[in-house]
T-cell receptor
Framework: NAGVTQTPKFQVLKTGQSMTLQCAQD?????MYWYRQDPGMGLRLIYY???????DKGEVPNGYNVSRLNKREFSLRLESAAPSQTSVYFC??????????????FGPGTRLTVL | KNQVEQSPQSLIILEGKNCTLQ??????????LRWYKQDTGRGPVSLTI?????NTKSNGRYTATLDADTKQSSLHITASQLSDSASYIC??????????FGAGTILRVKS
C-alpha cells in the first residue's frame, strides 16, 4: 500500500518546454488534487477532481491542464513552462470532497525548476 | 478577504519542552480547521481536523484547540522530541469546498 505516489521527484525544464507530472493513489479514493507550494506561502490549489470523470479549477489554474485518467491517476501538464512555475508540486487524494472532514493524503512532491 | 495567519513564523525549543503554535483566520463561512505536519522534503501529514462544534482534539502529544468565536486555533506540543522538527500548517475549509492554507510555522527542536 504505497498511498500517493508522484513522478518524477525532480525536474529541470527550459522556458517553453512542456511536461506532465504523474500522480497515482492506491487507496480507492474518489477525489484527487494538485497543489503548488512556494517559499513563504501556503499551499495553493491548482486543480482538483471530485470524482472520476470530473475536473475543476482551483485557485491558480493558469498555465496548467489536468487529466483524470481513471480513478487511480490524475496528471498535471505544463504546456509551455515559465520561470514563475518553478515550485514544489504536491498531489493529494481523499475519499470525500474538500468540504468534508475527510483526511487528505499527500504525495512526496515534485521539485520543478524552470530556467 | 479569506486568510489564515500563523505565528510565530519560526520557533526553536529544547527537546523535552512544550510549545504552542497559533493560527488566526478570517475565513467565512467556516466549515472545519485542520493542522498538518510537514517534514522537510515530504508532503504534509494530517494531525487533527476540527469542526465548528469541537473545541479540543488530541493526537498523541499534539493537542489542537479551536475558538470559533474569536476565530483562533492553537496547536500545543507536549514534551517535544527531535522528530517534531517540521513545518506545521493550519488549514481552514470554507463552505463551498475551498481550503485556505496558512504559510506554516517552522519548528526546530534542539538537543
Amino acid at each position: 500500500n504505497a498511498g500517493v505516489t508522484q513522478t518524477p521527484k525532480f525536474q529541470v525544464l527550459k522556458t517553453g518546454q512542456s511536461m506532465t507530472l504523474q500522480c497515482a493513489q492506491d487507496m480507492n479514493h474518489n477525489s484527487m488534487y494538485w497543489y503548488r507550494q512556494d517559499p513563504g506561502m501556503g499551499l495553493r490549489l491548482i486543480y482538483y477532481s471530485a470524482s472520476e470523470g470530473t475536473t475543476d479549477k482551483g485557485e491558480v489554474p493558469n498555465g496548467y491542464n489536468v487529466s483524470r485518467l481513471n480513478k487511480r491517476e490524475f496528471s498535471l501538464r505544463l504546456e509551455s513552462a515559465a520561470p514563475s512555475q518553478t515550485s514544489v508540486y504536491f498531489c493529494a487524494s481523499s475519499q470525500d470532497p474538500l468540504g468534508s472532514t475527510d483526511t487528505q493524503y499527500f504525495g512526496p512532491g515534485t521539485r520543478l525548476t524552470v530556467l | 478577504k479569506n486568510q489564515v495567519e500563523q505565528s510565530p513564523q519560526s520557533l526553536i525549543i529544547l527537546e523535552g519542552k512544550n510549545c504552542t503554535l497559533q493560527c488566526n483566520y478570517t475565513v467565512s463561512p467556516f466549515s472545519n480547521l485542520r493542522w498538518y505536519k510537514q517534514d522537510t522534503g515530504r508532503g504534509p501529514v494530517s494531525l487533527t481536523i476540527m469542526t465548528f462544534s469541537e473545541n479540543t482534539k488530541s493526537n498523541g502529544r499534539y493537542t489542537a484547540t479551536l475558538d470559533a468565536d474569536t476565530k483562533q486555533s492553537s496547536l500545543h506540543i507536549t514534551a517535544s522530541q527531535l522528530s517534531d522538527s517540521a513545518s506545521y500548517i493550519c488549514v481552514v475549509t470554507r463552505y463551498g469546498n475551498k481550503l485556505v492554507f496558512g504559510a506554516g510555522t517552522i519548528l526546530r527542536v534542539k538537543s
